[in-house]
């Protein structure tokens, strides 16, 4: 829980100085909160891990460009960068070089068959994809307006993720490997 909420950091952050302020500053804030998380796991000596260095690159960019031709546009289509980003890592890895992140990631916390863990990549693929082109909905089609999207892109989203997990977690329970079924040798007679 205490990662999780580590790796919310900037985006409770940018919540807050919007609620505040305004888009710009809240922009300036995930900015600065995004570098002062990478700096705590460097000082720290702790892993970073390919999740921070994108994210804080699509912030630093996105951010930085709202920042400096003052739009908001920028920092509007930064959530669907990163979920697209993170569809294309799951897909290409698959589809060009044959390793499956899903897999690669969660291996060694849960025993799957081979086709569940391509479900599960091609599952995560499409949740990133259909969460990007929701956030695209929310920011850009008219219906909604900027504090809506904010509250969207925080709560949303997040709320979103939240019931795919707990669905992913009730259907790779049907597929996860028992140690019980596992076929066992039959144990030599000891009779004369």
């Known amino acids: 829980m205490k990662k999780f909420l580590f790796d919310l950091f ?3 952050l940018f919540f807050i100085a919007f609620r ?3 888009i710009f500053v809240a922009t300036a804030v995930a900015i600065a909160a995004g570098i002062l998380q990478f700096l705590w796991l460097k000082l720290r000596g702790k892993a970073i891990e390919a999740m921070h260095w994108i994210n804080l690159t699509v912030i630093i960019v996105f951010g930085g460009a709202t920042l400096l031709f003052q739009n908001d546009a920028f920092i509007k289509w930064k959530p669907t ?3 697209w980003a993170f569809a294309v890592i799951l897909l290409g890895g698959k589809w060009l070089f044959g390793r499956n992140i899903m897999h ?3 291996g060694g916390q849960i025993d799957l068959p081979q086709a569940a863990w391509d479900k599960l990549n091609v599952s995560w693929a499409g949740f990133f994809v259909v969460s990007g082109a929701l956030n695209l909905y929310v920011a850009f089609s008219g219906h909604f307006t900027e504090s809506q999207w904010v509250s969207f892109k925080v ?3 997040l709320a979103l993720m939240i019931v795919f997990i707990i669905a992913q977690s009730l259907w790779l ?3 996860m490997k028992d140690d019980s079924e596992t076929p066992r040798l039959p144990q030599e007679s000891k009779e004369p």
């Open 104 to 106: 690669k990631l969660m």
């Open 155 to 157: 709560f949303g989203l």
């Open 81 to 83: 960068v990163l979920y």
């Open 10 to 12: 900037p985006l409770i």
């Open 173 to 175: 329970s049907r597929h």
């Open 20 to 22: 505040f302020t305004d």
